[in-house]
C-alpha cells in the first residue's frame, strides 16, 4: 500500500455524511503530497499529517436573537481554528442554512494550504452559522451579527484570529461585527477585514476574490501556451461577490462573459452579461436573476427545476475558458465533459473546490488548463492581509498600490504551483503543484515549531 493510501485509511473512519466534503479536501491533499510524503520521511517521521487534518479548535456557541416581530431566534455559530503556524488564524465566515462542522473543516483546511501559497504570514480558519440572510431586514441582520459577536470576540484579535466575509457575509455583515467587536473590547482594531473602507477597510478587498481570478488564469494561459483570454467567450457561475467581480475584470480585458446564475436558475446572454443588471438585481440577497430576462429578451434564463439530472446549464454554453465562482461541488463529470466536448481551454475555481474529483480528473486528462481554488482564489485572503498590514501601521494603501500587489501575489502564485508541479513530476498538474507548495511550507513551520 503506498504512504498516501496508508494515510487515507487512518483518517477515513466515521461515517458522519456532514464531514464528506471535509474527507475530500483532505484526501486530494494526501494524493497530491504523496511525492513530497516519499522523497522525505520527516512528514511522517514528525506526525506532520496526522497533527494538520485535525483542528487546533472548534469552537461551537449558540446565538440567540429577536427578529422584527421579537420572535426569540436560535442559531449556531462556529469558529474552526484550524492552522496558525505561520501567522494568526485568517479565514473568512460564512452565513448559509447549509453551514454545519463538516463544511467549514473542509473550508479551513482548504485555507490553511491557500494562506501558505499567499506567501503571506497568515494561518488557517473558518467560521460562520446557519443563519440565512435571505428575506432577513438589515435590522435582523445587525442583531444577528451582534449576537454572534457577543460570543466570538473572545477568540478573535488581530493577533490570534481575523474573520472575514465568505458566502453571505459581506461589507454590511462585517461592519456590524466590528461595531460590536470594537463596542465589547473597547480597541479599535483589525479584528476583521473585509471593512468599509471609510472605516478601516482596504481599497480593492471587494474586488480582490475575483479580479485576482482572473489574475491567475492569464499568468496560467501564458504559462501554458494558450492564447489569452482577451476576445475569447468566457462562462461564469454565481452572481455573488466573487462571481461578480470574475465578470468585471473579464470585460474589462475585452472578454465577453455569456453567463451568470444564482441558487435559483441561470441566466444565458449570448450578447454578454449586463453587469450593472446583474449587480442591481442582486443588491439585495432575496432577489433572483429570473428578472434578467424581463428587459433583455435575448437572453434565456433556466430555472434549477430544468437542469437536466447531475449537471448545470452554465456549463453546457459553449466557451474558452470556464469560471465556477458560487459553491461547492457545483462542476461535475458530465459538466467536464461537456466543457471538454464545447472545446473549453481552461477552468479556473472561484468559488472553494466548486469541481468534483471526477469532473477535475476528466478535464485534467483532456488537457484543460485547470487552476485549482486554493492557488486562484487566493486574491481575496491576500488583500484581507493587506488590510491588517495598512490596519497595524495605521495607514491607507492606494488603489493602484493594492492592485500592483494583488497582481504580483497571483503571478507570483501561479509561477510557483507550476514550478513545483515540475519539481515533483507532474507539470501541468496545478492541483498537485498547489497542493505539494501549500503543504511544504506549513508542514516545515510545524516541524521547526516542535510538537
Ligand atoms: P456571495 O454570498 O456573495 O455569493 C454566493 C453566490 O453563490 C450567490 O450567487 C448564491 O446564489 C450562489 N450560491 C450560494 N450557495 C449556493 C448553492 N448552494 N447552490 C447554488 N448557488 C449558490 O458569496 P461569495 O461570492 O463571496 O462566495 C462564492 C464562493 O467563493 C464561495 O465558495 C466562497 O467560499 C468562495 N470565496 C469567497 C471569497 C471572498 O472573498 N468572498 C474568497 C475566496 C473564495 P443566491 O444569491 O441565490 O444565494
Ligand atoms: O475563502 C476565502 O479565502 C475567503 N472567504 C476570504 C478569507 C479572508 O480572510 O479574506
Known amino acids: 500500500m503506498s504512504i498516501a493510501e496508508n494515510e487515507i485509511r487512518k483518517f477515513e473512519h466515521g461515517n458522519c455524511a456532514e464531514n464528506n466534503v471535509f474527507y475530500q479536501a483532505m484526501e486530494e491533499v494526501i494524493y497530491s503530497i504523496a511525492p513530497l510524503l516519499e522523497s522525505d520521511d520527516k512528514y511522517i517521521r514528525f506526525g506532520i499529517l496526522d497533527r494538520l487534518v485535525v483542528p487546533d479548535r472548534i469552537i461551537k456557541f449558540k446565538v440567540t436573537w429577536l427578529n422584527d416581530d421579537n420572535q426569540v431566534q436560535v442559531n449556531t455559530g462556529y469558529r474552526v481554528q484550524f492552522n496558525n503556524a505561520l501567522g494568526p488564524y485568517k479565514g473568512g465566515l460564512r452565513f448559509h442554512p447549509s453551514v454545519n462542522e463538516g463544511i467549514l473543516k ?34 435582523e441582520v445587525m442583531k444577528f451579527c451582534t449576537a454572534f459577536m457577543t460570543e466570538l470576540h473572545k477568540y478573535i484579535g488581530p493577533r490570534i484570529d481575523v474573520p472575514a466575509g465568505d458566502i453571505g457575509v459581506g461589507a454590511r455583515e462585517i461592519g456590524y461585527l466590528f461595531g460590536e467587536y470594537k463596542k465589547i473590547t473597547s480597541s479599535y482594531e483589525g479584528a476583521l477585514t473585509g471593512k468599509p473602507y471609510f472605516f478601516g477597510g482596504s481599497l480593492m478587498r471587494p474586488e480582490a476574490t475575483g479580479y485576482g481570478v482572473v489574475y491567475f488564469t492569464q499568468s496560467m494561459l501564458e504559462i501554458e501556451n ?14 455573488g461577490n466573487v462571481a461578480l467581480h470574475v465578470i468585471e475584470k473579464l470585460q474589462e480585458i475585452g472578454a465577453t462573459v455569456v453567463t451568470c446564475s444564482d441558487s435559483h436558475g441561470t441566466v444565458y446572454d449570448p450578447r454578454g452579461i449586463d453587469l450593472a443588471l446583474v449587480k442591481e438585481l442582486k443588491s439585495n440577497r432575496s432577489t433572483s436573476l429570473e428578472a434578467y430576462v424581463q428587459t433583455h429578451t435575448e437572453a434565456k434564463y433556466t430555472p434549477v427545476s430544468e437542469y437536466p439530472e447531475g449537471e448545470h446549464v452554465v456549463w453546457n454554453v459553449p466557451c474558452y475558458a470556464a469560471f465556477p465562482c458560487a459553491t461547492q461541488n457545483e462542476l461535475y463529470e458530465a459538466d467536464a465533459r461537456n466543457l471538454i466536448e464545447n472545446g473549453c481551454v481552461s477552468v479556473s475555481e472561484g468559488a472553494n473546490m466548486p469541481s468534483t ?7 485534467q486528462s483532456h488537457k484543460v488548463c485547470f487552476a485549482p481554488a486554493k492557488a486562484a482564489n487566493a486574491g481575496g485572503v491576500a488583500v484581507s492581509e493587506f488590510e491588517m498590514s495598512q490596519n497595524a501601521s495605521m495607514s491607507k494603501w492606494s488603489y493602484e498600490k493594492v492592485n500592483f500587489k494583488l497582481q504580483e501575489t497571483m503571478q507570483m502564485i ?15 498538474n496545478y492541483v498537485d503543484g498547489a497542493n505539494i507548495a501549500g503543504f511544504k511550507k506549513v508542514a516545515d513551520a510545524m516541524i521547526a515549531e516542535g510538537i
Open 357 to 363: 474529483p471526477n469532473a477535475i480528473a476528466l478535464l
Open 106 to 139: 473542509f473550508l479551513g483546511f482548504e485555507q490553511i494550504l491557500k494562506n501558505s501559497l499567499t506567501g503571506l504570514p497568515i494561518g488557517g480558519a473558518k467560521g460562520g452559522s446557519d443563519f440565512d440572510p435571505k428575506g432577513k431586514s438589515d435590522f
Open 226 to 239: 494558450k492564447e489569452p483570454l482577451e476576445g475569447k467567450i468566457c462562462t461564469v457561475s454565481g452572481a
Open 414 to 428: 501561479c509561477k510557483r504551483v507550476a514550478l513545483t508541479a515540475k519539481d515533483y513530476g507532474v507539470e501541468g
